[in-house]
């Protein structure tokens, strides 16, 4: 069986389900601006696709970081989770949003933008977080420390949608 689904187990698609879509509660909440469609929505978001794309991405890290020892061996994890969660993963976690808020009009190239911006600003608190994800939990539990983390940044990335889009 493949990385992919030996990942994609019922404990990491509870653990998406509620933590993705208590993070992107709070961000609403935070905006005045709660729908319980992109609730659900998010829930489902973190079950389905990011329990099973995240987890595996992890393995393949430690995979392909194994051999590599010391400060070298952090750094490369910190680094490859970095830029898992790019720009582009942004822009679709935002263009998730947009459909679940029933915004589709507002899908466009201008999430490319706001996403790039909300990479950018967060640079150091994304290092950090990963740092930790990637360095101090044991593997069975970095999507659930990556989960609340995204938890807190989809706090910031609903916020940079009105702050950089």
């Known amino acids: 069986m493949n990385t992919l689904f030996k990942t994609y187990t019922r404990t990491n698609i509870l ?3 509620i933590v993705y879509a208590v993070g ?3 961000a609403m909440l935070i905006l005045g601006k709660f729908l319980i469609w992109r609730m659900l929505g998010m829930m489902t978001i973190g079950a389905v696709i990011y329990a099973l794309e995240i ?3 992890f393995a393949w890290i430690s995979r392909k970081t194994a051999h590599v020892l010391g400060w070298k061996g952090a750094l490369a994890r910190t680094a490859l989770a ?3 969660f790019n720009p582009l993963w942004i822009a679709r976690h935002l263009a998730f949003v947009k459909i679940f808020s029933g915004a589709w009009n507002e899908i466009s190239s201008a999430l490319l933008l706001t996403a790039w911006y909300s990479f950018l600003g967060s640079i ?3 290092l950090a977080g990963n740092f930790l994800i990637q360095n101090i939990l ?3 539990h970095r999507f659930l420390g990556s ?4 938890g807190l940044t989809a706090i910031y990335y609903a916020l940079s949608s009105v702050w950089f889009g």
């Open 55 to 57: 987890p595996a991405y």
């Open 124 to 126: 150091p608190i994304s």
């Open 82 to 84: 970095w830029l898992y």
């Open 147 to 150: 989960a609340i983390f995204s």
């Open 24 to 26: 992107d509660g709070v």
């Open 138 to 140: 044991p593997e069975k």
């Open 15 to 17: 653990r998406g389900a």
